[in-house]
T-cell receptor
Framework: QKEVEQNSGPLSVPEGAIASLNCTYSDRGSQSFFWYRQYSGKSPELIMFIYSNGDKEDGRFTAQLNKASQYVSLLIRDSQPSDSATYLCAVNGNQFYFGTGTSLTVIP | NAGVTQTPKFQVLKTGQSMTLQCAQDMNHNSMYWYRQDPGMGLRLIYYSASEGTTDKGEVPNGYNVSRLNKREFSLRLESAAPSQTSVYFC?????????????FGPGTRLTVT
């Protein structure tokens, strides 16, 4: 079992819709959870982090964490074509583990 | 601030050749990391340095060595390159390796081994 699992996609949503990206992790001791965005041919860039159960909002982005279910998600509201990228979930337990990423395409 | 810089951006090696990938950060971060990224495999940790003077193996260390030259610089060496090491290599840094801090990535080195 991988430390961090993500649906590879591709996920396609129309412009203006909500995109929902999901991630599960195996280490119950994990404390910190991150979402990175990676455009094709570029390096990952941090967009959100969350440490506590519940929701955390930043502009159009909301991260949700449920430690009991070992589940973290990212919602993107009012999706734009510029949001088309691969989204990487990362979890910090005894090491920093990344998921393989979910490819998102926002259709104009 | 330049953030995290990497050299070179692109490199082609023949099997058996050696090379060193350079990484530097100007954010006064304590921890630095080397990852490789392959299609369908995500980012995999090769080596990391939690603080100056220490290095530890990650998930895929075989065929690589590292040096934490000082607080700013962390290099990755391939002693005898193999086609399986064809990949994109990212260096990253964080304030500390103890959990809460996010990692910042360099632009990457695209390495092809023929």
């Amino acid at each position: 079992q991988k430390e961090v699992e993500q649906n590879s996609g591709p996920l396609s949503v129309p412009e203006g819709a909500i995109a929902s990206l999901n991630c599960t992790y195996s280490d119950r001791g994990s404390q910190s959870f991150f979402w990175y965005r990676q455009y094709s041919g570029k390096s990952p860039e941090l967009i959100m982090f969350i440490y506590s159960n519940g929701d955390k909002e930043d502009g159009r982005f909301t991260a949700q964490l449920n430690k009991a279910s070992q589940y973290v998600s990212l919602l993107i509201r009012d999706s734009q074509p510029s949001d088309s990228a691969t989204y990487l979930c990362a979890v910090n337990g005894n090491q920093f583990y990344f998921g393989t990423g979910t490819s998102l395409t926002v259709i104009p | 601030n330049a953030g995290v810089t990497q050299t070179p951006k692109f490199q082609v090696l023949k099997t058996g050749q050696s090379m060193t990938l350079q990484c530097a950060q100007d954010m006064n971060h304590n921890s630095m990391y080397w990852y490789r990224q392959d299609p369908g495999m995500g980012l995999r940790l090769i080596y990391y340095s939690a603080s100056e003077g220490t290095t530890d193996k990650g998930e895929v260390p075989n065929g690589y060595n590292v040096s934490r030259l000082n607080k700013r610089e962390f290099s990755l060496r391939l002693e005898s390159a193999a086609p399986s090491q064809t990949s994109v290599y990212f260096c990253a840094s964080s304030e500390s390796g103890t959990g809460a801090h996010e990692q910042y990535f360099g632009p990457g080195t695209r390495l092809t081994v023929t």
